[in-house]
């Protein structure tokens, strides 16, 4: 069982940038495991934002979020990343942390992830 907590949400005005973390109570040292984020606004679908795999570091992004979202993880400290610039009103949702062993075709599929963290609210106003 892994636990993972995010913080960093918050309210910003567009163009600004928040930093997202997720704190992971275990991380695994396997080619297949795999931390992302999504992110949900009220009555939409959850959708991947960003995934990293742990051990060769490779990242995938959402083309709604290419250029302006970074990903990136400490896995001395199991903490996973995501720096948001450029934020615009469309970036606003609950944004999630989710980690579970996957193949490169599913880092956007939330199906495919085993744990999940409770969200941080992003808000941005116009």
């Known amino acids: 069982q892994v636990r993972l907590v995010e913080s960093g949400g918050g309210s910003v005005q567009a163009g600004g940038s928040l930093r997202l973390s997720c704190s992971a109570s275990?991380?695994?040292?396997?080619?297949?495991?795999?931390m992302g984020w999504f992110r949900q606004a009220p009555g939409e679908e959850r959708e991947g934002v960003a995934a990293i795999f742990r051990v060769s570091g490779r990242t995938y992004y959402a083309e709604s979020v290419k250029g302006r979202f970074t990903i990136s993880q400490d896995n001395a400290k199991n903490t996973l990343y995501l720096q948001m610039d450029s934020l615009q009103p469309q970036d606003t949702a609950m944004y999630y942390c989710a980690a579970g062993w996957l193949s490169s075709s599913a880092t956007m599929a939330s199906g495919a992830y085993t744990y999940w963290g409770q969200g941080t609210q992003v808000t941005v106003a116009s």
């Open positions: 275990a991380s695994y040292a396997d080619s297949g495991y795999c």
